[in-house]
C-alpha cells in the first residue's frame, strides 16, 4: 500500500499560507516540532499532518537555506529563493474533499481566482486555486 504521507511548501507567507489551508482546504494547523514562526504543520480530520509549511524571511532566507542545505546534503543542487513560489518542479496537490458549495463560496467570497471542471461521469467536481506560494491546489469532490 502506498499513500501520499505530506508535502512540504517552502513559503514567504507563514501566515497566510495557514490560513489558506485551514479556510479553503479545510486543514487544522496543529502541533509542529519547530519554534513558532518557523514553519507550521496543517493536518486533515484523521490527525495527520499533510502539509509542512517552512517559513522563510525573503530580507534573510539563507539561515533556512542553509538548514535545508544540511538536512538534505547533495540531494539540493541550488536553492535559489526565487524559485520558491508557483510550484516548481510540482505541478499540483490534490486533496479528496467535501462540501463543494461551501469550499466554492469561501473562494468567492476571499475574491481568489479559481477554475471548476466537472466530469458526470466520474461523478466528481473540481476546484483549481492557486495557494499564497502560487501553488495550483486541486480540490476534488466525488458524488
Keep these: 500500500m502506498v499513500t501520499l504521507d505530506h508535502t512540504n511548501i517552502r513559503s514567504f507567507d507563514l501566515a497566510g499560507t ?4 485551514e479556510d479553503i482546504v479545510g486543514l487544522k494547523a496543529g502541533a509542529f516540532p519547530g519554534a ?5 504543520w496543517l493536518y486533515d480530520d484523521g490527525g495527520h499532518p499533510v502539509i509542512h509549511v517552512v ?11 542553509a538548514s ?3 538536512r538534505m546534503g547533495d540531494l539540493i543542487e541550488t536553492l535559489d529563493p526565487a524559485g520558491f ?3 516548481g518542479a510540482i505541478d499540483h496537490i490534490a486533496f479528496r474533499c467535501s ?22 461521469s466520474f461523478n466528481l467536481r473540481q476546484l ?11 480540490l476534488n469532490f466525488h458524488g
Excluded at 495557514?18 to 489551508?21: C, D, N, V
Excluded at 462540501?99 to 477554475?115: C, H, L, N, T
Design 18 to 21: 495557514i490560513e489558506f489551508y
Design 36 to 40: 513558532p514562526g518557523q514553519g507550521a
Design 55 to 65: 517559513a522563510i524571511d525573503p530580507a534573510r532566507p539563507e539561515p533556512v537555506l
Design 68 to 70: 535545508i542545505r544540511e
Design 85 to 87: 513560489t508557483g510550484s
Design 99 to 120: 462540501d463543494y458549495d461551501g469550499v466554492r463560496g469561501r473562494i468567492e467570497s476571499r475574491k481568489i481566482a479559481f477554475r471548476s471542471n466537472e466530469f458526470p
Design 128 to 138: 483549481f486555486v492557486n495557494d499564497p506560494s502560487g501553488i495550483v491546489v486541486e
